[in-house]
Structure formats: structure tokens, C-alpha cells
């Protein structure tokens, strides 16, 4: 393991990332939101091992593009598909996202964790293949079915999100961004302690409390 204190704030950071994606992939409506803590915990991951190797990642630089400037470490190889599928998430979205899609990411980012850590000298237990299952054929599906599954928050407007707040109570971010105009949320980090732009209108964001 490192003794790098800045790698190890980073690994701290990504593993926090991480739980929250677990924690609001549970809550209904936070289903966007898990899948960019996904990508932003494996983007950490993989900023750890980078600075770990001698080669920091500037601040600005996202998920794909510190794979790219570092996947000739052989540790990486096995990632480069992993780390294609999370690269797209790097912003929160604004509708919600088909379940399936956030478990996918979640197990994604367990895989770069483990590549990441075993690389920096831990014995971990390999977590399943993140590969994701083929594509079922949908049958015919009654009324019922048809709304069983289905995400309010996927069909919300703005302006509907924004009337419906923020999640409850939890052991998510403490502090977040919130955009008044659009109802976009984004993480207090490292990264955004000073300010965040939001990523959709570009307005200065206002700091809240996360729970």
C-alpha cells in the first residue's frame, strides 16, 4: 500500500463515491446521480494509481482522459472496456436512467477499484465481471407491468424536480452545488470546493447542505 498522503486522500474520496453511488442507487429519483458518483469514484481510482506512478493528473482532466494518458500501465489493460462504458457519465443527468444501467456502473466502478488497488499492492477478492448481460426481448406486457418499473423521476420536468427536492435524509454527500435555475446537483469534493459551474447552463451554483 501507499504512503503517498495525497493517494491516499484519493483512494479516501473514491471509496466515499462509491458508497454514495450504492446509497442513491436505492433511493427512488437518484438514479442519474448514482450513476455519476459511479464514474466519479472509478475517475478517483484511477487518479490515485496514476499519482501513485509519478504521473498526477491535472484537475481538469476527466475519467477518460486519465485512462487514456496512463493505460500503458500494464495493471490497466483489463479496464479499457470498463472504463469506456462509465466515461459518458461524467455529469449528472437530467432524466433518471434505467436501473440496469446503474448496477452496471456500480459493478463497473468495483472493477477499477479492484485493478487499482491490486495495483497498489493490495490482495483483494475479484468482484464479478461487469460485463453487461445480453439484451432481452421485451414480451407483451399488461398495464400493470408496463408501470411497475418505470422511474418517476425519469419523466419529470425541471421544474417538476425541482418542486420535489432534494432526496431525504442519508448518509450521502454532506455539502452539495445546487443549480436554482435548472435543480441540478452536484457533489461538494475536492475538486468543487471552491465553486462549480453548472454543467448544463454554465450559472454559478449555491452551496446546501446535502442532506
Same mark, same amino acid.
Given at each position: 500500500?501507499?504512503? @503517498?498522503?495525497?493517494?491516499?486522500?484519493?483512494? !479516501?474520496?473514491?471509496?466515499?463515491?462509491?458508497?454514495?453511488? !450504492?446509497?442513491?442507487?436505492?433511493?427512488?429519483?437518484?438514479?442519474?446521480?448514482?450513476?455519476?458518483? &459511479?464514474?466519479?469514484?472509478?475517475?478517483?481510482?484511477? /487518479?490515485?494509481?496514476?499519482?501513485?506512478?509519478?504521473?498526477?493528473?491535472?484537475?481538469?482532466?476527466?475519467?477518460?482522459? $486519465?485512462?487514456?494518458?496512463?493505460? @500503458?500501465?500494464? !495493471?490497466?489493460?483489463?479496464l479499457a472496456e470498463?472504463?469506456?462504458?462509465?466515461?459518458?457519465?461524467?455529469?449528472?443527468?437530467?432524466?433518471?436512467?434505467? *436501473?440496469? $444501467?446503474v448496477a452496471e456502473? $456500480?459493478?463497473?466502478?468495483?472493477?477499477?477499484?479492484?485493478?487499482? /488497488?491490486?495495483?497498489? *499492492? %493490495?490482495?483483494?477478492?475479484?468482484?464479478?465481471?461487469?460485463?453487461? &448481460?445480453?439484451? %432481452?426481448?421485451?414480451?407483451?406486457?399488461?398495464?400493470?407491468?408496463?408501470?411497475?418499473?418505470?422511474?418517476?423521476? &425519469? %419523466?419529470?420536468?425541471?421544474? !417538476?424536480?425541482?418542486?420535489? *427536492?432534494?432526496?431525504?435524509?442519508?448518509?450521502?454527500?454532506?455539502?452539495?452545488?445546487? #443549480?436554482e435555475r435548472c435543480?441540478?446537483?452536484?457533489?461538494?469534493?475536492?475538486?468543487?470546493?471552491?465553486?462549480?459551474? #453548472?454543467?448544463? #447552463?454554465?450559472?454559478?451554483?449555491?452551496?446546501?447542505?446535502?442532506?
Amino acid at each position: 500500500m501507499t504512503d @503517498d498522503p495525497a493517494v491516499s486522500e484519493m483512494l !479516501e474520496e473514491a471509496e466515499d463515491d462509491l458508497r454514495d453511488a !450504492e446509497d442513491l442507487s436505492r433511493r427512488p429519483g437518484s438514479l442519474s446521480m448514482a450513476l455519476y458518483q &459511479a464514474s466519479q469514484s472509478a475517475e478517483k481510482f484511477l /487518479r490515485a494509481l496514476a499519482q501513485g506512478r509519478g504521473r498526477p493528473a491535472p484537475i481538469h482532466w476527466d475519467l477518460q482522459r $486519465i485512462f487514456e494518458a496512463t493505460d @500503458d500501465l500494464p !495493471e490497466l489493460a483489463p479496464l479499457a472496456e470498463a472504463v469506456g462504458r462509465l466515461a459518458g457519465h461524467g455529469t449528472p443527468g437530467r432524466t433518471g436512467v434505467a *436501473g440496469g $444501467i446503474v448496477a452496471e456502473g $456500480i459493478r463497473t466502478a468495483h472493477w477499477v477499484r479492484y485493478h487499482v /488497488r491490486k495495483a497498489l *499492492g %493490495e490482495d483483494l477478492t475479484p468482484p464479478p465481471d461487469p460485463t453487461p &448481460a445480453p439484451a %432481452e426481448t421485451p414480451g407483451p406486457e399488461s398495464p400493470r407491468e408496463a408501470t411497475a418499473d418505470r422511474d418517476p423521476a &425519469a %419523466e419529470e420536468t425541471p421544474t !417538476e424536480e425541482r418542486r420535489r *427536492g432534494p432526496p431525504g435524509p442519508g448518509s450521502y454527500v454532506r455539502q452539495v452545488w445546487l #443549480c436554482e435555475r435548472c435543480g441540478v446537483r452536484l457533489p461538494r469534493t475536492r475538486q468543487t470546493g471552491r465553486g462549480a459551474p #453548472c454543467p448544463h #447552463c454554465n450559472r454559478p451554483m449555491r452551496l446546501v447542505p446535502g442532506n
